[in-house]
């Protein structure tokens, strides 16, 4: 039998039918050749997260059984974005020692705990497993929750917009996993109108997908009406996949004389996509206002994202650049210094 050396190996050769999902910045699908070009080190990881990649792999054997499996491994990547090969090879080294050559073998509590406690597991957070769930459920034709139908019927407004209560975050996660289950002109009016609670849940799914153009200019509409910061930010978030109201908002922002932390940290965790050759230069003369841990996280953290890299290093090389950006990356180079003598 031919060595083991990749997850996709092991449960392809186990039988197994598998999907991998990207759960580092947004949570969608992972095309099957892009994942194996990950396994393989020819391609970076296209959206890493404080150093790693943060993957959800669903797989099931048909011809066994009905039940589900899932994964949720946070893979260290070096500083090209590759994954780290050794990382992966010690989960996998533990799966095959724990399972040996069925993923879906049934597991003493011993086996169990030693396969939970180890580095390469993490439990994504409540918003992105709601969301985890809802893709999970539509790839496999089964229906959504029990939540989804009161999501509906409240966004399409068939009820007071006061009377959220009985919401549940997974249904909203289920209308994202679902575009097609609600009228777009639906969907806008109900962002224009309802009140922050729902909006909330609603903002935090929906910046994970696409949005049609009457939700976008909706959530543009707000985010420009509002006063209070959290909702502000809410509906900046929202924008994510709403590329035209994105930029309009980012360019906005990146003219004013200095922003806060939090909307800095939100342009960089959830717009960062609008962050190009002419905004890039922007942004971190904005975040140089903020030496020290903030600058060196974020830009960390923007210069491994394969579509960004180029944008990030273009700025720190430009003879133009301001003495706060020149003392930023002074602190910024003496930190990775410090770091490699520890």
Request: glycine content about 6%; hydrophobic content about 45%.
């Amino acid at each position: 039998m031919e060595a083991i050396t990749t997850l996709s190996q092991f449960l392809t050769q186990a039988g197994t039918q598998f999907q991998v999902y990207d759960l580092g910045r947004r949570v969608r699908p992972l095309d099957p050749i892009l994942f194996a070009q990950l396994e393989a080190g020819t391609q970076p990881y296209p959206t890493p997260r404080s150093g790693f990649a943060w993957l959800g792999i669903l797989f099931w054997n048909a011809q066994a059984s009905a039940q589900h499996y899932v994964w949720f491994l946070k893979l260290p990547l070096d500083e090209r974005g590759l994954l780290n090969p050794a990382a992966r090879n010690q989960f996998l080294q533990m799966v095959m020692e724990a399972l040996g050559q069925d993923p879906a073998a049934p597991l003493s509590e011993e086996q169990e705990e030693r396969l939970a406690n180890n580095p390469f597991t993490f439990t994504p957070g409540q918003e992105k497993m709601a969301l985890f769930n809802a893709l999970v459920r539509k790839h496999l034709a089964q229906p959504a929750s029990v939540y989804f139908e009161p999501v509906q019927q409240y966004l399409s407004g068939q009820q007071s917009w006061s009377d959220w209560q009985q919401l549940g975050l997974q249904g909203f996660a289920d209308l994202v996993a679902r575009p097609g289950s609600l009228d777009p002109e639906h969907l806008a009016e109900a962002i224009t109108a309802m009140p922050f609670e729902p909006l909330s849940a609603l903002a935090s799914v929906i910046e994970h997908g696409p949005l049609a153009p009457q939700a976008g200019q909706a959530w543009y509409r707000r985010w420009e009406a509002c006063q209070d910061a959290h909702e502000k930010q809410l509906c900046l978030r929202a924008m994510a996949g709403a590329a035209d109201e994105r930029d309009k908002a980012l360019d906005q922002l990146l003219a004013q004389p200095a922003l806060d932390q939090e909307t800095l940290i939100v342009i960089a965790a959830r717009l960062w996509e609008g962050l190009d050759q002419n905004r890039m230069p922007l942004y971190l003369e904005q975040l140089a206002r903020y030496p020290g841990a903030l600058f060196n996280q974020i830009y960390s953290d923007l210069v491994a994202i394969p579509g960004q890299r180029a944008w990030v290093l273009m700025t720190l090389r430009a003879p133009q650049r301001s003495e706060a950006l020149n003392t930023a990356i002074s602190g910024l180079v003496q930190s990775i210094k410090g770091a490699r003598r520890d």
